[in-house]
T-cell receptor
Framework: AQSVTQLDSHVSVSEGTPVLLRCNYSSSYSPSLFWYVQHPNKGLQLLLK??????LVKGINGFEAEFKKSETSFHLTKPSAHMSDAAEYFC???????????FGAGTRLFVKA | EAGVAQSPRYKIIEKRQSVAFWCNPISGHATLYWYQQILGQGPKLLIQFQNNGVVDDSQLPKDRFSAERLKGVDSTLKIQPAKLEDSAVYLC????????????FGPGTRLLVL
């Protein structure tokens, strides 16, 4: 069955330290992969997407993600966390064959001063 | 270009009342989605439209929820009668015709059922 697993429900980092949010997916086909961010009481904003071009994808606000087909992973990273990065992050997979979108359960990022 | 519009932004009703939410997608986007996001959870797909046809409504509680997109543009989601567990944010998203699947989300409607 198709699924998306965000390996951490909560991640806490100190401001200025690196961020790593992990995402694994299951797939029989080459999917499109997305990371969305949701700040409190806000809608979902697209951070970045992978659509079968370069495997290292750069997004907004200094975030990037690397598509690793052999590991079926699409982890989100940022070299230096900022207080404004505190939010909920969703890994999303779109299966083009079935036109189906699957959301991960989300990872809440806390940033300590 | 204008984003996905939703209204109202907030709604408080009592259980057993009815409520309706409206969504206007990005111009030209054929695919429209309604999601339910309960506090602390990820969005759950309720219904997906392709133009004015339903593609997927497998998780829509059809005894109380209904949705329509009559002209293939804007859409309405209705709950009748509402239950306490329907308290959530209802998100609308739209997708264009490119094959890569990017969805653009509206700000959501926050529903509180008392």
């Amino acid at each position: 069955a198709q699924s998306v697993t965000q390996l951490d429900s909560h991640v806490s980092v100190s401001e200025g330290t690196p961020v790593l949010l992990r995402c694994n997916y299951s797939s029989s086909y080459s999917p499109s992969l997305f990371w969305y961010v949701q700040h409190p009481n806000k809608g979902l904003q697209l951070l970045l997407k992978y659509t079968s071009a370069a495997t290292l994808v750069k997004g907004i606000n200094g975030f990037e993600a690397e598509f690793k087909k052999s590991e079926t992973s699409f982890h989100l990273t940022k070299p230096s966390a900022h207080m404004s990065d505190a939010a909920e992050y969703f890994c999303v997979v779109y299966y083009t064959g079935g036109f189906k979108t699957i959301f991960g359960a989300g990872t809440r990022l806390f940033v300590k001063a | 270009e204008a984003g996905v519009a939703q209204s109202p932004r907030y709604k408080i009703i009592e259980k057993r009342q009815s409520v309706a939410f409206w969504c206007n997608p990005i111009s030209g986007h054929a695919t429209l989605y309604w999601y339910q996001q309960i506090l602390g959870q990820g969005p759950k797909l309720l219904i997906q439209f392709q133009n004015n046809g339903v593609v997927d409504d497998s998780q829509l509680p059809k005894d109380r929820f209904s949705a329509e997109r009559l002209k293939g543009v804007d859409s309405t989601l209705k709950i009748q009668p509402a239950k306490l567990e329907d308290s959530a944010v209802y998100l609308c998203a739209s997708r264009g015709t490119s094959g890569e699947g990017t969805q653009y989300f509206g700000p959501g409607t926050r529903l509180l059922v008392l």
